[in-house]
């Protein structure tokens, strides 16, 4: 069986894989605006869009292996990035040490990495930032990986798009793409009316933010785009941890069962 196959049978069990799927309790839909990788103007640009037209935050998902790099001409994070974005009040997410397909590796070096990225983080941001959410780097994981990663992790991120609406699977959490490459099938405007109809939480995911992005990235308008959208619907937008702990169901620990997720289990990372 090839490896390309191989992956796409090793996700597609993981996303049927609904074992963390928890009710999605908010009478309100809700935004969240996730920057992957973690390229300096997702910051520079996204970050101060995000204040400017909606006075929010959003989720920088940090992978220590990027940290002063440019590649293919996208200019990554610098120490300062992300220290700015830890005191403008973005969560700090975690993407791995190295950006690599986890559901390949394995849960062995998944959690290694993972333990590698918060000892990295820490020593930048000190011990009072805890990462508690996760995304996949390219989306991939398998059904051993995310198990072992939901331990870790309150929140886990995937990148199959869809609104998450009803149930949510807090191990592989859904995204709508603000990536160029896919602006010609995304229609913001009629995601965010189905949103609000069905009291749902998007999750918009992209990268870079400039007016000439990679095929991950979005330009400035896009961006603003999507967030005037949301905010002239009258849906709130915070980082992905905090619309996760506002909408996620709580369990009634009066009669908890063995194997029922209570928020703050997970070992949170620092
Ligand atoms: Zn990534």
Excluded at 59 to 75: A, L, N, P, Q, R
Excluded at 99 to 105: A, I, S, V
Excluded at 245 to 263: D, E, H, M, Y
Aim: charged share 25%; glycine share 8%.
């Amino acid at each position: 069986m090839s490896r390309q196959l191989m992956g796409r049978l090793r996700n597609r069990a993981a996303l049927m894989d609904k074992t963390r799927s928890v009710a999605w309790d908010l009478d309100a839909p809700m935004a969240s605006f996730t920057f992957d990788d973690f390229p300096a103007d997702a910051l520079e640009v996204g970050g101060r869009i995000l204040k400017e037209e909606a006075n929010a935050c959003g989720t920088y998902y940090v992978s220590g292996c990027f940290m002063g790099k440019t590649i293919d001409g996208i200019k990554f994070y610098e120490e300062g990035h992300l220290k700015d974005a830890a005191a403008q009040g973005h969560e700090i997410g975690c993407h791995a040490f190295q950006h690599e397909k986890l559901g390949q590796q394995g849960p062995r070096f998944a959690r290694q990495t993972c333990e590698d990225n918060a000892a990295f983080v820490r020593d930048i941001l000190g011990s009072g930032v805890k990462m508690t959410s996760f995304a996949y780097p390219y989306g991939d994981t398998s059904l051993t990986v995310k198990s072992a990663l939901s331990k870790k992790f309150e929140y886990c991120r995937g990148v199959r798009q869809e609104l998450n609406t009803g149930k949510v699977d807090r191990g592989q959490i859904s995204v709508i793409s603000l990536e160029i490459r896919h602006a010609a099938y995304v229609d913001i405007k009629r995601t965010v009316a189905d949103a609000v109809a069905n009291k749902s939480w998007i999750v918009f995911l992209t990268h870079d933010i400039r007016e000439n992005p990679s095929p991950y990235g979005s330009t400035p308008a896009m961006l603003e785009n999507a967030v005037k959208a949301v905010t002239e619907a009258g849906i709130q937008i915070l980082p992905l941890r905090d619309a996760a702990i506002r909408g996620f169901k709580k369990p009634q620990l009066a009669v908890s069962s063995p194997g029922l997720w209570v928020p703050g289990s997970a070992t949170a990372y620092s």
